[in-house]
């Protein structure tokens, strides 16, 4: 079974077979879904789905992205609903320079605010990086309790051997399947097993041979056969493993899958 550790299935590219495609789930091999909010709303629907499902667990967050719709009484609501049962991180949060250099220091105090609710509450973080390597380490850093996954890891191996050291687990997803991923492969191969979670990020990052097409969990299969081709290990054990490794990080005990 694979554990789909990363998935928006709030997106608006569902709205016309939401329940269909997650309803073919379990006929699909997919056991178990993590899907994070980015504000308010999505962060509601990915409970929502989580309650209709199962196998579906969410996390609530506000990603850097959607900053712009940030306010303190949105912010007290977001804070409620980590509460939830099926909440089982805080996420996704973190830091986007790629899309936004003109906020950077909004961006950080949101993410250690968010920081701040994921250790009052005792969970880990979906940690967001994008093109801001070496704030979001910083800011990290500075909470040696903290716990989580870099979610799409684009980070260097040095940067990469730091998380690991203090425990921290590894999100791979589509792109190390792509011509030009060098440099997660690069991490990949000096990833231990134990710590490597599996992600689609969908309906974004749709690996190789189906790129272009909207993603889901079902594509998995991919990311386990380029791993398993990394590591030099056969596609069965990187999809056990993967599966315990995103229990691990996210809490969740034995299920009937
Ligand atoms: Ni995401």
Known sequence: MFFDTHAHYDSGAFNLDRFEILDSMPEGRVGLIVNPGCDLESSKTALEIAERYGFVYAAVGW????????????????????????CVAIGEIGLDYYWDQEHKDEQKALFRRQIELALRLDKPVIVHDREAHADSMEIVLDYPGLRGVFHCFSGSREMAAELLKRGWYLGFDGPITYKNARRAIEVLEVCPMDRIVIETDSPYLTPVPNRGKRNDSRQLEYVVGKIADVKGLSAEYVEEMTFENGKRLYNIGDVNV
């Not at 007290?76 to 980590?82: Q, V």
């Open 63 to 86: 990603h850097p992205e959607d900053i712009d719709k940030l306010s303190e009484e949105s912010f007290a609501e977001l804070e409620k609903l980590a509460l939830h049962p099926k």
